[in-house]
């Protein structure tokens, strides 16, 4: 099994991330890396899957499981170890970017909504 390349990763994870704020932007190489992590199934096709998290929650499911897709019964140096790992980075990319638009948003909320005095 090959590992993922850097680039394919970075493709994964901006896909699944702008797929996590509108699941129509979900395409085959997000759908693919998806359904093959630990906890998602396939529904039959990309349609299906799109169908299903119109009403579930993409995002959810991706937190709920990653300690599934951290790959640590593989040790470096045992046969695939570098595709599975090469797996775990691409889904803690995705992870990384869902704690970044969560703090962002959080950010934004207090922006929005505080207004910081500075006491002298």
């Given amino acids: 099994m090959t590992p993922l390349t850097t ?6 994870a901006k896909n699944v991330l702008a797929a996590c704020k ?5 395409n085959k190489t997000g759908y693919n ?6 906890g998602f199934i396939a529904h039959y096709n990309l349609q299906g899957f799109i169908a ?28 695939d170890a570098d595709y599975y790992h ?12 869902l704690v970044a638009a969560d703090e962002m948003d959080a ?9 910081i005095i500075h006491i002298s």
Avoid: C, P, V
């Avoid at 299903?52 to 046969?79: C, M, P, T, V």
């Avoid at 090469?86 to 970017?97: F, P, Q, T, V």
């Fill in 52 to 79: 299903h998290y119109s009403e579930h929650s993409l995002k959810a499911d991706i937190e709920r499981n990653a300690r599934a897709n951290q790959w640590h019964n593989f040790r470096q140096g045992e046969r």
């Fill in 86 to 97: 090469s797996k775990r980075d691409a889904y803690n990319m995705i992870l990384g970017g």
């Fill in 33 to 38: 890396f998806l359904y093959l992590a630990s």
């Fill in 7 to 12: 680039r394919q990763k970075k493709l994964i």
């Fill in 22 to 26: 509108d699941i129509t932007k979900l």
């Fill in 107 to 115: 950010q934004n909320f207090m922006r929005d909504h505080f207004q």
